[in-house]
Structure formats: structure tokens, C-alpha cells
């Protein structure tokens, strides 16, 4: 439907050079829908970007990680003045957790995610996340590249 507006619009965020420029669509688009942006990052204890040495150090690391995206988040939504986000923060597969938990737990009707990611090691083709959202999503899905 061509005059369809979205209420509440989910993006997934990694913190890469995509989920940038995704982050900038997402506050747009939800700037001109007047909906709420959930702004999610998963913190997958598989990621490369997690350099723990013990096992224990793991949470302490995740913690960190996840207070820094979350200031680099509010910052960004600071700069454009927008106020209806909010950041959420969790563990897991990022695949699962997005598509399966968030998107209905959330009422999201609208799914905005970078083409790759962190986990993409600059590959040509899509990320595997943003294929999985894609393909198994339950709502529309805008992939950003």
C-alpha cells in the first residue's frame, strides 16, 4: 500500500560502517512516519570484535562494549533532534534474537538493517544477519546499503 506509514520501526545495530548509514535512514524514515525507533544491538560472544582473553572477562567486556554504543547511539540521535528511540541492548545470536524475539515482542512493523556488518569482513555480497532478516522477517524489511 502506497500510503502505508510505519508506527514503530526496529533497527539493528553493529556499530559498522553500514549500520552508519543505516542508522541515518532509520531516524528519517522514522522522523517522516512519526513512529518510535528501537535502536538494537546484539552482542554475539562469537564476534571477532571480542578480543576476551578468559571466559570471565566476557561480561565486562559486553558491558563496556554495550555502553559504548549506546552513548555513540544517543549522540546520534542528539545531533538529528530526535526524541521517540530508545536502545536496546542484549546477548545472543543476532539472527535469531532480531528475527525471531524483537521484531514481534517489539509490535515492530518495520525492520531497517545495513546490507553487511561487522561479521561480513567486507564481503561483496549481503550480511548474513540482514539475509536472515530478510528472508524470515514477518514484517517489511529496508536494507540499507
Known amino acids: 500500500m502506497l500510503d502505508e506509514t510505519y508506527k514503530h520501526i526496529l533497527m539493528c545495530y553493529d556499530g559498522s ?10 531516524v528519517n524514515v522514522a522522523k517522516r512516519n512519526e513512529a518510535k525507533l528501537s535502536v538494537v ?5 562469537d564476534n ?5 582473553v578468559k571466559p570471565s572477562n566476557f561480561q565486562a567486556e559486553a558491558d563496556q562494549h554495550a555502553e559504548e554504543i549506546r ?9 538529528a533532534d530526535f526524541k521517540a528511540f530508545e536502545v536496546l541492548i542484549d546477548t545472543g545470536n543476532p539472527k535469531t534474537k532480531i528475527t525471531y524475539d ?3 515482542d517489539l509490535g515492530t512493523d518495520l525492520v531497517i538493517c545495513g546490507h553487511t556488518g561487522m561479521d561480513s569482513y567486507d564481503k ?17 524489511v529496508m536494507i540499507v546499503k
Open 48 to 52: 571477532p570484535q571480542f578480543e576476551v
Open 102 to 104: 524483537y521484531i514481534d
Open 71 to 79: 552513548r555513540h547511539v544517543e549522540a546520534v540521535m542528539d545531533r
Open 124 to 140: 561483496m555480497d549481503m550480511g548474513s544477519t540482514s539475509e536472515n532478516i530478510a528472508r524470515y522477517s514477518s514484517v517489511d
Open 17 to 26: 560502517k553500514n549500520a552508519e548509514k543505516a542508522l541515518m535512514k532509520a
Open 41 to 45: 544491538h546484539i552482542i554475539h560472544k
